[in-house]
């Protein structure tokens, strides 16, 4: 998987989720290596979300 952000390499394990979606927990998803741009179903789709609104 690539970064959307630097096409950097991502890699998939758990990280914190810092965004506050679901209050503080560990999430399963993508880290880039190279900028920590994370990239995480749920939070893709609640960007989405307030893009929307
Ligand atoms: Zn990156």
Do not use: S, Y
């Amino acid at each position: 998987m690539e970064c959307r952000r630097c096409q950097g390499l991502m890699v998939e394990g758990q990280f914190f989720d810092f965004e506050g979606t679901h209050g503080f927990m560990w999430m399963k998803g993508w880290r880039c290596m190279n900028c920590g741009h994370a990239a995480d179903p749920i939070i893709e789709a609640n960007r989405r979300l307030h893009v929307a609104v």
